[in-house]
Every structure is written in C-alpha cells, then in structure tokens.
C-alpha cells in the first residue's frame, strides 16, 4: 500500500519575483514510513512526554504551596482593570518585538511590520503550545519563507535578539539593585549571589557580542574555516556545511552595523519595561506590595523560568513568580500562587489565540508546525534559500492568508 507524504523543502520557481507566500514542493509518493522515521518519531514523542512531565511535576509542587480554595478566591477579588490593562501592554511587547526584529533583518533584506508582526505572534503561540522551544525556529522559518530570506541568516538574527533581551534584562535588575532597592531589605544570603550570577551573565554577553560581531565581519572567512575544516567529508558535504556556515555568519550582520544594533537595542529597553509592566500589573491587582522597578528583579527569575523547555513554560514560570515575590516582596502563598497563574494565563493566553487565528488564515496547523520544526533545525542542513526548479506536481504547503 502506497502512503503519501510531503517533502517540506522550501522550492522557489525561476520565475519567483518579491516576497514569496511561503513556499511549494513537489508532492514524493513512497511505499511507507521507514526505520528512521520510526526512530525519529520515537525520539520526538518520547522528549514530548519527558518534558510535559517535567511540566506536570513542577506544576503540582508550585500548587502544593498553596490552599486551592483560597486561590480561587483570592482570583475572584483580583481587580479586573488592571487585568485588562495588563493585557493592553501585552500587546505592546509584541509591536516592539517586530520593529526591533525588522532593524536586525534590515542587512539581510526587506521586511514588512505586517510579516514580521504575524511571523512572531505565530512563533510565540507555537512556544505556548509545542515543547523544546519550537516557537524560536518556526518564527524565521516562516518570515524567511514569506519575504524570499535566507532561512539560517533570518535565524542567526533570534540568536542576536536573545542576547539583546539579556542585556536588556541585566541592566534593568541591575538598575533595580545598585539604585532602586533598598538593599537592607534583600537577605544578605541571597544578594551575594544575585549580583554574581549577575556579574556572569554579564560576562557571557560580552563574549557573546563579541563572537556574533567576528561572525558578522569575516562571513567569507568562517566559511573558509569550515570547508578545511570539513576536509574529512565529501567534498559537496564541506561545501554545503561552508556555506551554511557563511549565510549563517551573514545574520549577524545588524552587529556590525552601529547604528542598526544600537537602535535594536534601545528597542529593548521599552521591551522589557512593557513585560514589566504586564507582571506588575497582575501583581498590584492580587494586592502585592510590590514597586514596579521591583518587577525587574523578578523579570530575572522568570527569564530562567521561560528558558525550560516546557510547553509555555507551565510550572517553571509559575514557580519562579512564586519565589520572587515571596521571597523578595513579602507575598502570602495562596495571593503568589493565584498571581502567578493568572500572569501566566494573561502572557501566553491571548497570543495563544491570536496565533492560531493568523495560522487558519494562513492554512497552517498544529500539525504542520511540528512537521515545519522537524524540517526547519536550529541549525539547517543546508541553505533553503537556494534557487530551485519546481516540477509540475508541485502544491502548496503553506497558502498566504491573501491579505
């Protein structure tokens, strides 16, 4: 019995001129499924259950601090205005987070707002929804398909945003405890530590920066590297593994570019006041005492919580929202646990929804995300970009929304 099944490999035809819907590839019909994809398949769904229990442990040890009823009641008197307007600066985070990408692709190429916008609203909900961070390789994947990018350059610029984010993120907790704090009040057993794992994380974006800036300015030099490197392989593997490595390297490109780095990073400042501000906004309405520059420290911890690779960072984010505003901010349990849930539910909820709207638009589904993410790694195999020469079975795989 013959199966049908997709090659998802992004094909542009010779006659292919601007921005591209997403891409369509010829339709291969084979006897069945092989070993490989048996093992690959294993593979996936066996990482799925590792993390969603992971998920599911640290969730039920989050709520076991906690009296369940008088969370809900605690939620019940949550004050609503402040909800909705925690959810108005959700909105905001998003807008940034498009211009900002757009002065990171600028070297690359031409973006819309409006790809750029949909492109991170859909990678976000697929982060909401998908595990191992899926969300962070579907989002260029997309937007290269939909503006005629180069995949692996396009996602060298999420690298270069990530590191943007922490810098942004140290420098505000380090606003908050250098300036702000009264730091009497922190326990001197935890301030040591902050302001050393602070210290290194700093450390870490300097040689960060300082890598990506190499890359950015001898793309040509570190494809050489690669194919001496590559000796020991065919020679078309080394070829192709070079060439990665250079379009790669050309995403990074906004680092050597003064005027372009430094507008995507001033981008990150009212990035994360926004995120802040979401966070204080739930936290003012379950009635934390807590300063909105407090929220900086806190922003912290819930960066190392987002970083597990849970699906939408269930029971890590709360867990880390839980401790900061006990620990720091004199919280009672039941008022930090029902806060940590309905902050969770506000930033990842409505983008959630909103994701998957663009994504039926768009003929996309959950489904056709994790095939996507098999087929687009972190790393690509090789450079999707390329031009190709369709055949006449071609079909399309992901259809543009027509707006």
């Not at 084979?30 to 294993?42: A, E, K, Q, S, V």
């Amino acid at each position: 019995m013959r199966e049908e099944r997709w090659n998802l490999t992004p094909r542009r035809t010779p006659h292919a001129s601007g921005p591209k819907p997403y891409a369509t590839v010829p339709v291969v019909h084979i006897r069945g499924p092989d070993i490989l994809w048996y093992l690959r398949n294993l593979t996936v769904h066996a990482r799925t259950l590792l993390v969603s229990l992971l998920a599911a442990v640290v969730f039920a040890w989050f709520l076991s601090h906690a009296n369940l009823a008088e969370v809900w009641a605690q939620v019940r008197q949550a004050r609503v205005d402040l909800l909705i307007a925690s959810f108005g600066a959700v909105v905001v985070t998003y807008v940034i987070r498009a211009w900002r990408w757009q002065y990171l692709l600028k070297p690359i190429g031409p973006t819309r707002f409006r790809s750029a916008f949909r492109a991170t609203v859909i990678g976000f909900a697929a982060l909401g929804v998908l595990p191992a961070r899926a969300g962070d390789v579907l989002r260029p994947y997309l937007l290269a398909r939909q503006e005629g990018l180069s995949v692996s350059a396009t996602f060298a610029t999420i690298l270069l945003e990530r590191v943007l984010d922490l810098v942004a993120v140290l420098v505000l907790l380090a606003i908050y405890v250098w300036w702000i704090a009264d730091r009497s009040v922190i326990p001197p057993a935890l301030l040591r530590p902050i302001e050393v794992s602070s210290a290194v994380a700093a450390g870490v974006v300097i040689v960060l920066l300082a890598i990506m800036w190499v890359l950015a300015t001898h793309p040509e030099r570190i494809g050489a590297v690669v194919l001496t490197a590559g000796r020991v392989l065919p020679h078309a593997i080394a070829e192709r593994l070079s060439n990665l490595a250079r379009t790669f390297s050309s995403g990074f490109a906004a680092a050597r570019d003064p005027r372009g780095l430094a507008a995507a990073l001033a981008w990150s400042f009212p990035l994360w006041v926004a995120i802040s501000a979401e966070v204080w906004l739930v936290t003012v309405a379950f009635d934390i005492a807590m300063p909105f520059a407090g929220t900086f420290l806190v922003q912290a911890l819930l960066v190392i919580g987002v970083a597990a690779p849970t699906p939408g960072a269930v029971g890590t984010y709360h867990e880390a929202y839980r401790i900061g505003v006990t620990t720091f901010f004199g919280a009672a349990e039941d008022a930090a646990v029902a806060a940590a849930i309905v902050t969770h539910a506000i930033s990842y909820f409505p983008v959630i929804l909103i994701g998957l709207l663009f994504m039926i638009q768009d003929g996309l589904s959950l489904g056709r995300l994790r095939e996507l993410t098999g087929r687009a790694p972190a790393v690509p195999t090789q450079e999707t970009a390329s031009e190709e020469v369709a055949d006449t079975h071609e079909m399309s795989v992901l259809r543009s929304s027509g707006r």
